[in-house]
């Protein structure tokens, strides 16, 4: 039996999983990447690192499974998005750090771009806001602050990658210099309608054209490698998120997934047609397959699972994310208190940045017990809060939200989520969907697995929550909810002179 590989380029570590026809994982290999903080804000990786650690960790899964190359049906990516690499053409060599995701060093660039009015044409093509969080800002900087970059650039000297780009770059020895739509996507330079690099924004932002990849669909044969001792297809990308949301099987519109970590990432698909949002939410690639592309809209919670280290780590009213659960079970509500965990402002749909952490409805006879609820809560309300953007602008009911991430292992909190958003939770048993997504996007295209239908059978749900409050309760709680929002609001905005 042959075995699909799939890559998981993560920000702080790169993995490995080797999955079997029923979709279960075989074997798994890891190992950390260094990630560094030079100034205040900025984030670099080196991008050797990334790949040097991504391929020894593919030999280790392969070593530990006592498996060779010629047991790989094919190679699917997923990755972190948004990171910028430039290198090379002939050399191989990045001509700097990468710059990560999370990096701000480009906020005052991406802010100028919005002056100049660009952000309607950006928003249209991209289906992006105009934010230093892109590729487009990132590959900008390198081309100014790295010395002779733009004219090494402009005579076709220098390769511009996220990393799913940079990875299959060196998997295939510099033959093949592609990028995957829902990647593609990301960088704010890439057209979502025509799928292309667009040629208004290459212009406007100044990007040579000569130093893009190729872009190509998320699921087919892309390239090839025979670094593994035989010759494996490499069928499969998209970006984690993306990757995620099809290893979560959200194959059809009013699909969602959400992921419990840091922070909360809420995909939903709304099928064959981009939806612009009123509220604040991107418009991106969920993937392109056999021909069709399907759109997703997306939101993110930016204090989610951090609410709880808080707990644990600021307040000490926790030892473990764990005991969370048990303390919440302990009180039948949280006796009208409301945590709202804006420490760093709120994203969609309030999008408020002075917002901050408020905690709101407290008696004398609040605990311990009643606030560590409320914070759990908050997680549910948050998520609520994008869902129900995400239905308003796609027009589309959503049937049910499937979940995934560390904090959705707490049951009270999957419950109370099922209950405030009155659709049921599903959690998969295998909780490595992001790696899934990628090896069922690559086995798709080499008939691994013949089509969705088969994907869905394969996959095994450890636990549904079905929702079991009253909509009178759910107005309710949603509307005090909606109060405490308010009390956070605009709080550290700067204060006028009386
Ligand atoms: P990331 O990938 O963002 O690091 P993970 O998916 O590993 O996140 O999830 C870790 C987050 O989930 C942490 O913020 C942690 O506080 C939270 N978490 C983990 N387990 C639980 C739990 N049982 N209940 C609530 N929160 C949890």
């Keep these: 039996m042959k075995y699909m590989m799939a890559i998981d380029a993560g920000t702080?570590?790169?993995?490995?999983?080797?999955?079997?026809?029923?979709?279960?994982?075989?074997?798994?290999?890891?190992?950390?990447?260094?990630?560094?903080?030079?100034?205040?804000?900025?984030v670099e990786q080196d991008a050797r690192e990334i790949w040097e650690t991504q391929l020894a960790v593919c030999r280790d899964a392969l070593e530990r499974a006592n498996l060779t190359?010629?047991?790989?049906?094919?190679?699917?990516?997923?990755?972190?998005?948004?990171?910028?690499?430039?290198?090379?053409?002939?050399?191989?060599?990045?001509?700097?750090?990468a710059i990560v995701w999370q990096c701000r060093r480009t906020a005052q660039r991406a802010d100028a771009l919005k002056q100049r009015g660009l952000e309607p044409m950006i928003r249209q093509k991209t289906?992006?806001?105009?934010?230093?969080?892109?590729?487009?800002?990132?590959?900008?900087?390198?081309?100014?602050?790295?010395?002779?970059?733009?004219?090494?650039?402009?005579?076709?000297e220098l390769l511009f990658g996220t990393v799913e780009t940079w990875l299959i770059w060196n998997l295939t020895g510099g033959a093949v210099h592609c990028t995957e739509y829902s990647n593609a996507a990301r960088t704010m330079l890439f057209n979502i309608h025509t799928l292309d690099w667009d040629e208004d924004i290459l212009r406007e932002l100044n990007i040579p054209r000569a130093m893009l990849p190729r872009?190509?669909?998320?699921?087919?044969?892309?390239?090839?490698?025979?670094?593994?001792?035989?010759?494996?297809?490499?069928?499969?990308?998209?970006?984690?998120?993306?990757?995620?949301?099809?290893?979560?099987?959200?194959?059809?519109?009013?699909?969602?997934?959400?992921?419990?970590?840091?922070?909360?990432?809420?995909?939903?698909?709304?099928?064959?047609?981009?939806?612009?949002?009123?509220?604040?939410?991107?418009?991106?690639?969920?993937?392109?397959?056999?021909?069709?592309?399907?759109?997703?809209?997306?939101?993110?919670?930016?204090?989610?699972?951090?609410?709880?280290q808080w707990l644990r780590d600021e307040l000490g009213l926790i030892r473990t994310s764990a005991e969370s659960e048990t303390l919440a079970c302990s009180v039948e509500s949280t006796g009208g208190v409301y945590l709202v965990p804006a420490f760093v402002g709120l994203g969609a749909p309030y999008w408020d940045p002075y917002a901050r952490g408020t905690l709101v409805g407290m008696t004398r006879g609040t605990g311990r017990a009643h606030i560590v609820r409320a914070a759990l809560e908050s997680l549910a309300y948050q998520t609520a809060d994008v869902l129900t953007a995400m239905q308003n602008d796609a027009g589309i009911a959503l049937q049910s939200l499937k979940v995934d991430g560390g904090a959705s292992r707490n049951n009270f909190l999957m419950q109370f989520q099922g209950d405030v958003i009155?659709?049921?939770?599903?959690?998969?048993q295998c909780v490595e969907t992001t790696a899934l997504g990628a090896a069922y996007l690559a086995g798709l295209a080499v008939r691994y697995w013949t089509d969705t239908g088969e994907i869905r059978r394969n996959t095994t749900i450890d636990r549904t929550f079905l929702p079991e409050m009253t909509a009178e309760k759910?107005?309710?709680?949603?509307?005090?909810?909606?109060?405490?929002?308010?009390?956070?609001?605009?709080?550290?905005?700067?204060?006028?002179?009386?």
């Design 474 to 498: 759910r107005l309710s709680l949603l509307t005090d909810w909606h109060r405490a929002v308010q009390c956070a609001g605009g709080w550290a905005a700067p204060q006028k002179e009386k």
């Design 12 to 42: 702080t570590s790169a993995r490995c999983i080797l999955f079997d026809h029923s979709g279960q994982v075989h074997t798994m290999a890891q190992r950390e990447i260094a990630v560094s903080f030079p100034k205040e804000g900025w």
């Design 422 to 428: 009155g659709v049921p939770i599903v959690r998969p």
């Design 215 to 308: 872009p190509v669909p998320s699921s087919g044969v892309m390239a090839e490698t025979n670094l593994f001792g035989a010759r494996i297809p490499i069928a499969g990308a998209a970006g984690d998120q993306q990757a995620a949301l099809f290893g979560q099987n959200c194959f059809a519109p009013g699909e969602a997934k959400n992921t419990y970590g840091t922070g909360c990432f809420l995909l939903m698909n709304t099928g064959d047609q981009p939806v612009e949002s009123k509220n604040g939410l991107l418009t991106t690639i969920a993937w392109g397959i056999d021909g069709t592309v399907s759109y997703a809209l997306e939101g993110s919670v930016f204090v989610a699972g951090a609410a709880i």
């Design 127 to 156: 289906g992006l806001i105009i934010d230093a969080y892109f590729s487009a800002t990132k590959l900008q900087w390198m081309l100014e602050q790295v010395e002779g970059a733009r004219e090494r650039a402009e005579r076709g």
């Design 69 to 97: 190359g010629a047991d790989i049906a094919a190679i699917g990516i997923a990755n972190q998005r948004e990171t910028t690499v430039v290198w090379d053409r002939r050399t191989g060599e990045p001509i700097g750090p």
